[in-house]
Structures are given as C-alpha cells and as structure tokens.
C-alpha cells in the first residue's frame, strides 16, 4: 500500500546539522506484519562480519537460516566458509556492483561496519549504487548497528531514544549521520529500517575476564574508560536476542537503545573479574588497578569520558526483549563458568 511518511525525527544540538532534512516522502511500506514471519527462502546478509556479526551469523544458523556476509580479506572469506557461510570480500574503496547485486536476492540485511574516520560510512559512500541496487531487491528489513556514543557527555543524567544526541568525537558524528542515512533510505525504498544504538560490547574472548587473561598492558584509552563513572554496555547474546525480537516486530523507522540494566563503572567492572580469575586460575592474571594519583594523567578532558547512563526501557517494552545477562555479573560469570584452564595461555615467567 503506498502512504506517504514522516521522516523520523532526530535530536540535534543547535550548532549540528542534519544529514538529510525531515520530509514527506511517497513509500511503499510493507505491512509489519508480514515483515515479521519467518518464511521459506528467508535469507539473511551481514555486512561485516566482526564480533557481533560472526556471533549473529552462529546463532542464526542454529535457527535454520541460510546466513551470508561480508568480510575484508580473502584469509577472512575462507575462515567464514569453512564455518558454513556464503561469504564475499568487500573492498569500500572499490565495491563490485556484483558483490552488491547479491544484497538484493537476500530479506533481511544487518549492517556492522563501523565508520571510517575521515570517510565515514564506507557502504553509504556509494549511496546511490545501493539504493539503485537494492530497490529492485527482496530486503524487507534492515538494521544499522550504530553505538551510545552519538549522545555524548550528558553529565550523567538517564537517556533514552529522544533525548538530544550530541556527539563529541568525529566517529561518533558519522555514527549518527549513517544512522540518518540508513533510516532515510529504508523509507525510500519501503523497507523496514532500524538503528541500534549499542552499548560497550563484550562475550566471549572480548570480556573483561579476557583482557585480565591475556596479561597485556591497557591502552590509554581502555585506561580512559576504566576511570568513566558510568559505562553502558551488553552481552552479545542480547543483541542477538534484540535483532530477533526486531525481525519478529518490525517498527519501521525506529531507534532503538541495546543495553543491560546496570551502567556501572568499568572499574568496577574489572574488580569482578580480577575475583573471579582469581577464583578459578590463581596466579594466571594480571592485576590491572590503575592508582588514584596516575588518574589525572591518564584522563585530562571531561568530555573525553562521555558520561551518561543509557535507558534500555524501550528495548524492553517494546521489543519484549528479556535480558539474559540484566547486569554485568551474570555476564561474566557465564564467560568464565565456560572457560577451561587448558586453552588458555601459557604463563609467563615471573608473571
């Protein structure tokens, strides 16, 4: 049925602007409805086939789906296919309309990969060959994982989906101009678009439990994040949860914040997992307590720490989504309750 839509509206600071400006554009819209069923011949394309996207991939192959994606190197495209995917090397600089031409044979499209700095989005660099691909095409929904990182320093106050974005870092400008860009063109072209905006990722092999594991000393700016008074962050497991429910209820348009229960401190976060190393592998990790009198010169700008607490109540409510790992806790613990003591690595002398 052809309607014609509002563009949904984004919060900017005074001195920023928009990507694309609010307008009525002439859609066709598929009923949420039928872009929620499962049905035969429903195919699955990631663009990027990261941490988040490879653990997606898994999770729908478990579900029956045929599952493709989107690498960088030929070494990765092999990896992916002794895992059971169709898998295509996508060079941003260069794409092959044909590698794009595939997108169009597929339903559902998740899109993780990050923002270039300097370059932005490297999909959306070819906008117009996208869209001119995709219009033709079976893609009936799409996400664009983007990151809590496009509202900036809120002074620690509660956000949610509507309050003003105001990015501080040019990453994180590009996060919520692909965010624009990718919504515009689900309405474009009738397709049922989101944005996920997630926050700190972790799982399996990526975890603070990992870090203190491998024994290697913190980047500046993991050594930033550690000093943050509030860091929002989620379990892969519930993002997929999320990208599920969204498949099954799609609101077209809609942005959505992917986060657990409790924003605490990555300090404190690190002070768990230190316990439960310690727990399960005495002597096997390295401490990683930063003294107060060093805190100054690890951070030296506020705003560099981004500080906020990030509402997940619509992912909840709307969604439906139920958190496997509501807090940090539950999440490592589930890491570390899988790890076995003969993969990890070797200690080293005096270590």
Known sequence: MEICRQLPVINLRLDQKAAFRPATVRCNLLNPKETGKLSIGDQMFV???????????????NKGWAVSGSCTSVAKKKKMEELGYQAYVF????????????LKHHTHLVISIPPLKGLGDPVLRHKGLVESVLKDGRIR??????????YGDCGGAWVDEDYPVKPSSEIARARLSAEEEWLCLGYNLGIAAHAFRLGGIYGPGRSAVDTILKQEPLSKGQKTRLLKNYTSRVHVADI?????????????????????????????VFELAQKLVDGKFPGRGKKLYIPPERAESV????????EKRVSNARMKNELGVKLLHPTYRSGLQSIIDKMDSSLLPSSQPGS
């Open 141 to 150: 929904w799409l996400v664009y994982l983007s990151s809590t990182s496009v």
């Open 47 to 61: 663009l990027g086939m990261g941490f988040v996207g490879q653990f997606f991939a898994a999770d729908l192959k």
């Open 299 to 306: 951070v030296t700008d506020k705003s560099s720490r981004g």
């Open 240 to 268: 997929c949860q999320a990208l599920h429910a969204s498949i099954s209820k799609p609101s077209p348009g809609k942005i959505y914040n992917i986060v657990d229960d409790d924003p605490a401190p990555r300090e404190e």
């Open 91 to 102: 060079d941003a600089n260069d794409p092959q309309p044909e590698i794009l031409e595939i």
